[in-house]
């Protein structure tokens, strides 16, 4: 059975930094992106960031320049390090992995608050 642990969120203050962590147990078979996601209060879900099997990245246009993907494929590990954060950065954070045979996998989620 997969499961995936978020870590690393927490209250920061506007112009601060935070590093979440994911990391994968289970079996896990070819997978095709490894992301974060995130839904604020009252919104709904949207792609923060996401890094292709092939290591191709792509970013929401809010965080571009200020959010950084990485993984580590020997721990099924996605990290997101978020600089220069934002009141609108505020959110849910989940952690995904999708397959390519279609298999979705979520986290439960780490709160990030960047308020001063």
């Known amino acids: 059975q997969v499961h995936l642990a978020e870590s690393g969120g927490g209250l920061v203050q506007p112009g601060g930094s935070l590093t979440l962590s994911c990391v994968g147990s289970?079996?896990?078979?070819?997978?095709?992106?490894m992301g974060w996601y995130r839904q604020a209060p009252g919104k709904q879900r949207e792609l923060a960031a996401e890094?292709?099997?092939?290591?191709?990245?792509n970013y929401a246009e809010s965080v571009k320049d200020r959010f950084a993907i990485s993984k580590d494929n020997t721990k099924n590990a996605v990290y997101l390090q978020m600089n220069n954060l934002k009141p609108e950065d505020t959110a849910v954070y989940y952690c995904?992995?999708?397959?390519?045979?279609?298999?979705?996998?979520w986290g439960k989620g780490t709160l990030v608050t960047v308020s001063s």
């Open positions: 995904n992995i999708f397959e390519k045979n279609g298999n979705n996998y």
């Open positions: 289970g079996n896990f078979d070819s997978i095709f992106t």
């Open positions: 890094i292709f099997s092939t290591g191709s990245l």
